[in-house]
């Protein structure tokens, strides 16, 4: 069994910061890459950040500059700054784990709700 623990996040005001954490943990061989989604009402869920084994990263376009993921054995961080109203949404951890029967797959976190409102 594998779990993917989610914190951080809430509301702040335009410009402000959040920071959001992700702890992997349960029968985990090794992680292939960890990173964070989000899904606006509305829309469709989009990838924010991604960060693999070997610390490469990638943005999507709308949050290069302002924020930047990082990790830590199995933990994933993403630093959210100068935030905008279109940054509200449901962020959710992803990763793509190997487990320790050897099997690989893809993991999500419950989900955090952050908004961003004056």
């Known amino acids: 069994q594998v779990q993917l623990v989610e914190s951080g996040g809430g509301l702040v005001q335009p410009g402000g910061s959040l920071r959001l954490s992700c702890a992997a943990s349960?029968?985990?061989?090794?992680?292939?890459?960890m990173g964070w989604y989000r899904q606006a009402p509305g829309k469709q869920r989009e990838l924010v950040a991604r960060i693999t084994s070997g610390r490469d990263t990638n943005y999507a376009d709308s949050v290069k500059g302002r924020f930047t993921i990082s990790r830590d054995k199995n933990t994933v961080l993403l630093q959210m700054n100068s935030l905008k109203h279109e940054d509200t949404a449901v962020y959710y951890c992803?990763?793509?784990?190997?487990?320790?029967?050897?099997?690989?797959?893809?993991?999500w976190g419950q989900g955090t709700q952050d908004t961003v409102a004056s």
């Open positions: 349960g029968s985990i061989f090794s992680i292939n890459y």
């Open positions: 992803n990763a793509n784990i190997i487990t320790a029967s050897i099997k690989t797959d893809d993991y």
